[in-house]
């Protein structure tokens, strides 16, 4: 249609009413923020290099370690395996489950949409490093639920978050 002159527009995708978080959710959400109190980080997605799993997984012990009161949850397929043919959760949690800040780490797995939406709502910031996003879908949901993202410079990404707007690009 560009071709022959007709005018074209780009729509992102959406997300379905169940992801939108109303503004008296956010804005009890921050009424209850406090410096000690407990930060809820949400990763969704397959567990693979392409989505950047490793990257996370290898941040976490000093963040866990530095940041006592943050916990993470990861949601989606656990059984993503690295090049040599391992599984990224299970590696980890040989590695590291003897340590003390482990317990503030779940691994959840696939959900339904509607336990997907509450995980969006539940977290305070969503993480994704992807190495590869043909959009980001993910972003998109998070945002919808009104929550902070952080993001890679990769793909697509870059369309849906703005670094310093509506999240942070890394």
Wanted: aromatic residues 12%.
């Amino acid at each position: 249609l560009a071709a022959r002159g007709a005018p074209t527009v780009t729509l992102p995708l959406g997300v379905g009413p169940e992801f939108i978080t109303a503004r008296k959710d956010w804005e009890a959400w921050a009424a209850r923020q406090k410096y000690d109190a407990p930060v809820e980080i949400l990763y969704v997605g397959r567990a693979e290099r392409r989505k950047g799993t490793d990257v996370l997984l290898a941040a976490l012990p000093k963040m866990l370690t530095e940041i006592p009161n943050a916990r993470i949850k990861f949601v989606g397929d656990e059984d993503g395996k690295d090049e040599k043919g391992k599984s990224y959760f299970a590696e980890f949690r040989k590695k590291y489950s003897h340590q003390s800040w482990f317990k503030r780490v779940a691994f959840v797995g696939r959900v339904s949409d509607e336990d997907l939406a509450d995980a969006y709502k539940a977290c305070d910031i969503f993480v994704a490093p992807s190495r590869y996003e043909s959009f980001g879908q993910i972003y998109i949901e998070a945002m919808a639920a009104g929550k902070p993202v952080v993001g890679t410079r990769a793909g697509g990404i870059p369309e849906v978050v703005q670094h310093e707007v509506n999240g942070f690009l890394i």
